[in-house]
C-alpha cells in the first residue's frame, strides 16, 4: 500500500503518568476547542502574464476529540483516497489503521476499522510510544509497524508557549533510512510564517518554505495561507499553493 504523505503527520501523547501531555492539537498547532478540520488546495500558475487559479484536487480532513486527538483523518489526491483511525491502548500508545478507500468515486466508502467484512491484512497498523524529556520540552515518538518493524523515530522541540520549534525524523534501514529535520519561525500571532528543511547528514538547507497572506479566525487557527517552496539555491521548487480550511470546535 503506498502511503499518502499529504498531510503533516501527527502525533500525541496519552501516558497517564504526565500532567501536561501533549496531544494531536499541539503538534499541528491548533488552538481551541478544534472538532474538525477540512482542507482544500489550489495552485496558481502563470498563463500569458496572468495568474491562473486551479483545483488542485487534493482534499485533506480530520477530526478531533474533546482532548484534542485525532481520531480519524482521510487524505484524498485525485481518484485516490487513504483514511485512517486513531486509538489508544492501555500503556498510552497511539494505534494507527490505515487503509485506501475504493478507487471509484461514487462506490461508498469502506470501513476504515476491522469488523466491516474488512480483514486486518488490508490495513497498515502503527504503533506510536512517546517520551519526554524531564521538562516536557522535548517528545519522542517511536513508531513500530504491527510486527514489530520499527518504522522511524520522531523528534519533537517545543518553546515556552508549547509550538513546535524544531521537528526531526529518522527512518529505519528497513524503511529506507534517511530522514529529515524541519526549522520553524512564527510571527507575533503566533502563525507559522516559515519552515527551513535540513538534509540530516549534512545539515545543509534543502528547502524554505514561506507562508503569506495567512488569515487566522477568532480562535487563531489560520483558515488560509499561501505557501511558496525555494531550493538552497533561491530558485522556485514549485508554482504557489493557496490552502484554504474549513475549521468547526466544540
Do not use: C
Not at 530522514?179 to 540530516?200: C, N, P, Q, T, W
Amino acid at each position: 500500500m503506498k502511503i499518502l504523505w499529504l498531510a503533516f503527520l501527527s502525533t500525541s501523547l496519552a501516558l497517564p503518568i504526565l500532567a501536561q501531555q501533549k496531544t494531536d492539537k499541539n503538534m499541528n498547532d491548533l488552538r481551541g476547542a478544534v472538532h474538525t478540520i477540512s482542507t482544500t488546495v489550489i495552485l496558481e500558475t502563470k498563463e500569458a502574464g496572468k495568474t491562473v487559479k486551479r483545483d488542485a484536487d487534493i482534499d485533506n480532513s480530520e477530526v478531533y476529540d474533546r482532548q484534542g486527538n485525532l481520531v480519524e483523518k482521510k487524505a484524498k489526491a485525485g481518484l485516490n483516497l487513504q483514511q485512517s483511525v486513531f486509538s489508544r491502548d492501555a500503556q498510552g500508545q497511539r494505534i494507527e489503521k490505515m487503509a485506501d478507500g475504493p478507487p471509484n468515486p461514487l462506490a461508498p466508502p469502506r470501513p476504515a476499522v476491522p469488523g466491516g467484512g474488512e480483514r486486518n491484512a488490508d490495513f497498515l497498523t502503527f504503533i506510536t510510544a512517546y517520551r519526554y524529556d524531564a521538562e516536557k520540552r522535548q517528545l519522542e515518538a517511536t513508531t513500530h509497524r504491527r510486527s514489530g518493524q520499527l518504522l522511524q523515530v520522531d523528534t519533537y522541540l517545543f518553546d515556552e508557549k508549547e509550538r513546535v520549534l524544531e521537528h526531526s525524523r529518522t527512518y529505519s534501514v528497513e524503511s529506507g533510512g534517511g530522514g529529515f529535520r524541519f526549522v520553524h519561525k512564527y510571527d507575533e500571532r503566533g502563525a507559522l510564517i516559515e519552515s527551513l528543511s535540513y538534509k540530516v547528514n549534512s545539515g545543509q538547507v534543502e528547502h524554505k518554505t514561506q507562508y503569506q497572506g495567512i488569515v487566522l479566525d477568532q480562535q487563531g487557527n489560520w483558515i488560509k495561507r499561501t505557501e511558496t517552496m525555494t531550493g538552497a539555491d533561491g530558485k522556485p521548487r514549485n508554482a504557489p499553493i493557496v490552502s484554504v480550511r474549513q475549521i468547526t470546535y466544540y
